[in-house]
């Protein structure tokens, strides 16, 4: 009778199996279940960058077109900033705070220092790129986003995410739109908008998403309408199409995933390569 064994010799060729070499295939072995619902939940961390985005540009088309004020968006985002600082250590009672053990003060003191020097240089932003030609800075800004887009940690683990990457593209964008809008204040008040929606704005999603579920999907939801009633004052064609793209993202998308999992068909078997499952901790003491 014919052994998987390779230390006797056996009246058989090399590549010798029995009739029992296929009961021990198996399907599917480490194939994850996916949940429809769970599925459009997590889909929701990427519209809310899409809407972010989409946010970030619809103001600087105000402020460009003279239709925002920069004071009015700074004491507006000043504003807002306050709440989520707030409700950032309401969701979880401060225990994050604590765990990290930074103090409120700190992050006023690096709040400061953030918008003194940004305001400082707010006059060289603004010149920065006086010799780039508009077309070349908008084509710039796209590409910086749709990177940004990219790179955005979404919570998946892949060698793709890079969040420090995806920021620092984001910023650039900012920086080279802040530089087309009429004056210094308009850079600064654009630059320190970019930082809060996305760098502090996604933190707060975050916290939210894991500790209150459905405060997160209320956010999502109401974020998703506020970002489709700010383009539909620019286009209306453009609004439809942003609505079209997110209910793709966060129905159509899962919806097909799930159907996409019932033809998911990988075979394990006594082909897999070996794997050690012994702790060989012990030989390299």
């Excluded at 060729?13 to 997590?42: I, S």
Aim: proline share 3%.
């Amino acid at each position: 009778r014919w052994q998987k064994v390779l230390y006797e010799r056996q009246p058989f060729p090399d590549n010798y199996v029995d009739r029992r070499f296929l009961e021990e295939l198996r399907k599917n072995v480490h194939a994850r279940q996916y949940r429809y619902q769970a599925v459009v939940f997590q889909s929701g961390a990427v519209v809310q960058q899409l809407c972010s985005v989409c946010v970030f540009v619809l103001t600087w088309w105000y402020m460009d077109a003279g239709m925002l004020s920069p004071q009015g968006l700074f004491g507006a985002a000043l504003v807002s900033s306050l709440l989520g600082y707030l409700l950032f250590d309401a969701v979880d009672g401060g225990a994050g705070r604590r765990e990290s053990g930074r103090t409120r003060w700190a992050d006023l003191k690096s709040t400061l220092v953030f918008a003194a020097f940004t305001y400082g240089f707010s006059p060289v932003l603004k010149t920065l790129t006086e010799s780039i030609s508009t077309d070349t800075i908008y084509a710039m800004s796209a590409l910086m986003l749709l990177g940004h887009l990219i790179f955005f940690d979404y919570g998946a683990n892949a060698a793709i995410v890079s969040s420090t990457l995806s920021l620092n593209m984001a910023i650039f964008a900012s920086v080279c739109l802040a530089s087309r809008l009429p004056r210094s204040l308009h850079a600064f008040v654009m630059v320190t908008f970019a930082m809060q929606i996305f760098a502090l704005w996604p933190m707060l999603q975050k916290k939210l998403k894991a500790r209150t579920p459905r405060s997160y999907v209320g956010v999502t939801v109401l974020f998703a309408l506020a970002a489709l009633m700010g383009l539909a004052t620019v286009s209306s064609v453009g609004a439809v199409l942003f609505a079209s793209l997110l209910l793709t993202i966060s129905c159509l998308c899962p919806y097909c995933l799930i159907r996409l999992q019932l033809l998911k068909d990988n075979i394990h078997g006594p082909w897999d390569e070996a794997e050690i499952k012994e702790d060989l901790s012990r030989f390299l003491m």
